[in-house]
Nanobody
Framework: QVQLMESGGGSVQAGGSQRLSCAAS????????MAWFRQAPGKEREFVAA????????GYADSVKGRFTISRDSAKNTVDLQMNNLRPEDTAVYYCHPITYPAAWGQGTQVTVSS
């Protein structure tokens, strides 16, 4: 299986930036696509961004396109999410998630954006 540890969350003012990191361990060689999801209070968990291992192809939710950038470091088994021009509606707990392992979720990291 795979173990995940997210870090980098915190509080920031609207318009600011934050960088999240996800460290994966275990059967990381079998992860083809890694994604970031988020869940705001009272809302469903939603897709944010994903990156494919074999060709670094990336995909983003419309709500974050142009503001967030996903990247990975294969040597370190990490996937980062650079978040710029943050908005209050970006406030949520952010999770990294290997698509290959549907049940694998980390504890998440809280991001709070104040106006």
């Amino acid at each position: 299986q795979v173990q995940l540890m997210e870090s980098g969350g915190g509080s920031v003012q609207a318009g600011g930036s934050q960088r999240l990191s996800c460290a994966a361990s275990g059967r990381t060689f079998s992860i083809q696509t890694m994604a970031w999801f988020r869940q705001a209070p009272g809302k469903e968990r939603e897709f944010v961004a994903a990156i494919r291992r074999r060709d670094d192809n990336k995909g983003y939710a419309d709500s974050v396109k142009g503001r967030f950038t996903i990247s990975r470091d294969s040597a370190k088994n990490t996937v980062d999410l650079q978040m710029n021009n943050l908005r209050p509606e970006d406030t949520a707990v952010y999770y990294c998630h290997p698509i290959t392992y549907p049940a694998a979720w980390g504890q998440g990291t809280q991001v709070t954006v104040s106006s």
